[in-house]
């Protein structure tokens, strides 16, 4: 049974910083493309970041870039989102999500997602 278990979410005033970790178990961690999606309130689904299998290339929405630093110990099996210079519209659900392409990963196409971990920016 595969298993992705976020944590690390929280209230952080604007300007903050939060790390979110996801744990995984269940699925060959090393072989997949490893996601970071957000859900804000009454909004869809938004892709934020993807990082490779080996962890050698990320990608960011623009919306983050610049801030957000995603990465991964294939080792400890952990996915991880630093998250700097918070700002309200940053709020959301956090979600972790594996995929086996970075184009599955970019339509937010996941066989596999967590349950999710809140984030929220406010003073």
């Known amino acids: 049974q595969v298993q992705l278990v976020e944590s690390g979410g929280g209230l952080v005033q604007p300007g903050g910083s939060l790390r979110l970790s996801c744990a995984a178990s269940?699925?060959?961690?090393?072989?997949?493309?490893m996601s970071w999606v957000r859900q804000a309130p009454g909004k869809g689904l938004e892709w934020v970041s993807v990082?490779?299998?080996?962890?050698?290339?990320?990608i960011y929405a623009d919306s983050v870039k610049g801030r957000f630093t995603i990465s991964r110990d294939n080792a400890k099996v952990t996915l991880y989102l630093q998250m700097n210079s918070l700002k309200p519209e940053d709020t959301a659900v956090y979600y972790c999500?594996?995929?086996?392409?970075?184009?599955?990963?970019?339509?937010?196409?996941?066989?596999?997602r967590g349950q999710g971990t809140q984030v929220s920016v406010s003073s």
């Open positions: 999500a594996a995929s086996l392409t970075k184009a599955s990963a970019t339509r937010l196409q996941y066989p596999y």
């Open positions: 990082i490779n299998s080996s962890g050698g290339t990320t």
């Open positions: 269940g699925l060959s961690f090393s072989t997949y493309w």
